[in-house]
């Protein structure tokens, strides 16, 4: 009698289905990150010649950071957050929209004040809940540059010099900037009852998204994007017309620096940002070469959100920029951005020669020299045509052949992979300090 199948111990079986990146969030891959990399590497050169300092937050905050901070009626707060409850503790966390908030509570919650006024900038991953297109993603990332404890109309003018400055250092061209005023919290309400007034006669033609904040945040309906409330937003009341002596003398201060240092711009009346904790000076730095996407940074002063999480009452001011809107505006106008290919690639044809070649390679790294080394498989080294393939395609401007000749002389032939015509020399490894640089210049 056969033995039953169900004593038959079931095979383990294992999903193969492919597990792909969650949509908007995407990978950097090496040829794309080395863009990346040289971005950030300028902002940080950049920022010290400023006298801004790097700062670090968490990418995961407590939600009342945000809702408090950007405001309960913002698209960021009511539509857009990654939020969850702790399982551990029931506690409410967002992961962070954008990143002023968190610098800010960072300040209070160190007493970075304390000693006087602090100009800080940082890079990150923010996240928004939001429909991938070119330049936004659900997965983003910001630099962004925060400057607090000053009051002065200066200090509005260096962030946006600043901006301005990293525009000629990364070499992007026709970026306009927009600036605005939106006054302080008495002239924005009387500007509110205002707006109300004009909306409710005009109610017919706002959208569901207008009639909703008509009486919870109106200031927002000024930022919709619905062209076909385009001529009763133009129509409504300017904030600017609100503003009073004080108002205007630091917005017209802010202005007269830029006109100074020959910065451009236009005035924007409609021009309000995305986030509550604006007063003040608004600007943002615009094109229209990515379609919709067009703000590629974007900021203002933010003098009452220190007090609002809960610290002292301090002014601020501040600005953020996108990096993929950047990389990819750079990259619409053709500029020519460094990638991650090594200076050398070294040949070698035999693979008993490779402690020696090796000690070679380290020195040459010693002297900044990015050396990529052929690496073989368990068959061997391969052949020296293979290996002269992987030296073109490693995007190397030359290739190092230690053959047996070579080293039997202690010399190394530098053959040119990107001049065209593969000009070849021979150089003594017993000198190899004078001509290491040489390697790191284009042929």
């Known amino acids: 009698m056969s033995e039953s199948k169900n004593n038959e111990t079931p095979s383990k079986t294992v999903s193969s289905k492919k597990i792909n990146a969650v949509k908007g969030m995407n990978d950097v891959l090496p040829g794309e990150s080395a863009k990346w990399e040289w971005l950030e590497s300028v902002v940080r050169s950049l920022m010290a010649t400023y006298a801004y300092r790097n700062i670090r937050t968490p990418i995961v905050e407590p939600t009342a950071l945000f809702v408090r901070g950007l405001g309960e009626v913002t698209d960021i707060v009511e539509k857009e957050m990654y939020s969850f409850e702790d399982r551990l503790n029931g506690e409410a966390l967002t992961l962070r929209p954008e990143s002023t908030a968190g610098v800010v509570r960072a300040v209070v919650e160190h007493n970075m004040l304390y000693e006087g006024g602090k100009r800080l900038y940082y890079m990150g991953p923010m996240f928004r809940h939001e429909r991938p297109q070119r330049g936004r993603y659900r997965q983003f990332h910001q630099i962004g540059a925060e400057v607090l404890g000053f009051q002065g109309p200066e200090i509005d003018a260096e962030v946006i010099l600043l901006a301005h400055d990293l525009w000629k250092a990364i070499g992007l061209k026709d970026v306009r900037l927009e600036l605005n005023s939106l006054g302080q919290p008495p002239e924005r309400l009387a500007h509110r009852s205002s707006l109300i007034a004009h909306f409710e006669k005009h109610q017919t033609l706002l959208d569901e998204d207008a009639k909703r904040r008509l009486y919870s ?15 009763v937003v133009e129509a409504a009341p300017k904030l600017l017309d609100f503003l009073g002596e004080s108002s205007l003398a630091h917005f017209n201060a802010v202005k007269k620096i830029l006109d100074a240092n020959g910065v451009s711009y236009t005035l924007n009346p409609r021009l309000v940002r995305g986030m509550d904790y604006y007063n003040l000076t608004v600007f943002e730095f615009i094109t229209d070469q990515l379609g919709s996407q067009g703000t590629v940074c974007g900021g203002g002063r933010y003098d009452y959100l220190i007090e609002q999480v809960g610290g002292k009452p301090a002014p601020a001011v501040g600005w953020a920029l996108g990096v993929e809107r950047v990389l990819a505006l750079l ?9 991650a290919s090594p200076h050398a690639y070294a040949i070698v044809p035999d693979a008993n020669s490779l402690p020696l070649v090796l000690k070679y390679l380290r020195q040459l790294r010693s002297l900044g020299v990015n050396v990529q080394m052929h690496a073989g498989s368990g068959e061997g080294v391969g052949s020296m045509k293979s290996q002269f393939k992987k030296a073109d395609t490693s995007g190397a401007q030359f290739a190092l052949i230690f053959g047996a000749d070579e080293l039997a002389q202690n010399t190394v032939s530098i053959k040119s992979l990107r001049d065209g015509g593969g000009a070849q020399r021979t150089e003594s490894l017993d000198r190899l300090e004078s001509w290491a640089n040489s390697l790191q210049l284009a042929p």
């Not at 200031?219 to 076909?228: C, F, G």
């Not at 990259?331 to 990638?339: I, S, T, V």
Request: proline share 12%; aromatic share 0%.
């Open 217 to 231: 945040n109106p200031l927002r309906i000024l930022d919709t994007k619905n062209p076909a409330m385009k001529e």
């Open 331 to 339: 990259q619409e106008q053709g500029a020519q951005l460094p990638d």
